[in-house]
């Protein structure tokens, strides 16, 4: 008589680690394959004139915010770098509004990235490889990046400059 074999067991998973300090959430879910910025809210409009008006006074731009991890004013990361190209990427290739780069932008790069639209035309999300950094003098950071976006890469070079504290997008150019 042959021998019983015993079947397999169904064992329970151990719970899920619980998420780190700096995960929130409710957070709207990442884009995959991205090292993108978070997305900011717009701005809200401002009317010139009638009751609530604010003619005379200055419009504000979006909060400037700086780099994650890096001190005010302190060149940025390679990976901070990493993250604003591939959210320069995507406001390119149309997969992710220029109002949620605005704050990195000077009021000119902004305008010139919404006057060019989708640059970058790509059936998957691009993914941009690692930042090439040059710096030609103090408070000038320029970069390239080879955007991957199916089966034609593209190069994506950006030029940042100090004004005070902020990193700010000055020039961007893709090929």
């Given at each position: 008589?042959?021998?019983?074999?015993?079947?397999?067991?169904?064992?329970?998973?151990?719970?899920?680690?619980?998420?780190?300090?700096?995960?929130?959430?409710?957070?709207?879910?990442?884009?995959?394959?991205?090292?993108?910025?978070?997305?900011?809210?717009?701005?809200?409009?401002?009317?010139?004139?009638?009751?609530?008006?604010?003619?005379?006074?200055?419009?504000?731009?979006?909060?400037?915010?700086?780099?994650?991890?890096?001190?005010?004013?302190?060149?940025?990361?390679?990976?901070?770098?990493?993250?604003?190209?591939?959210?320069?990427?995507?406001v390119?290739?149309?997969?992710?509004?220029?109002?949620?780069?605005?704050?990195?932008?000077?009021?000119?790069?902004?305008?010139?990235?919404?006057?060019?639209?989708?640059?970058?035309?790509?059936?998957?999300?691009?993914?941009?490889?690692?930042?090439?950094?040059?710096?030609?003098?103090?408070?000038?950071?320029?970069?390239?990046?080879?955007?991957?976006?199916?089966?034609?890469?593209?190069?994506?070079?950006?030029?940042?400059?100090?004004?005070?504290?902020?990193?700010?997008?000055?020039?961007?150019?893709t090929?």
């Open positions: 008589m042959p021998k019983p074999i015993s079947l397999p067991r169904l064992v329970s998973a151990p719970p899920a680690d619980p998420p780190y300090d700096d995960e929130r959430a409710g957070r709207p879910p990442l884009t995959y394959g991205s090292l993108a910025l978070a997305p900011e809210p717009a701005p809200r409009a401002v009317p010139t004139t009638g009751a609530g008006s604010l003619r005379g006074l200055p419009v504000a731009r979006p909060p400037l915010r700086g780099f994650p991890g890096v001190r005010p004013g302190a060149v940025p990361d390679e990976r901070a770098l990493r993250g604003l190209g591939q959210a320069l990427a995507e390119l290739a149309g997969r992710r509004p220029p109002e949620t780069v605005q704050g990195r932008l000077t009021e000119r790069a902004h305008r010139e990235m919404v006057r060019a639209g989708k640059m970058i035309d790509t059936a998957r999300p691009p993914l941009v490889g690692l930042p090439h950094v040059q710096r030609p003098r103090e408070g000038v950071l320029e970069m390239c990046l080879l955007v991957h976006c199916g089966p034609r890469s593209r190069v994506l070079a950006v030029r940042l400059e100090r004004q005070g504290v902020q990193w700010l997008v000055t020039e961007f150019e090929a």
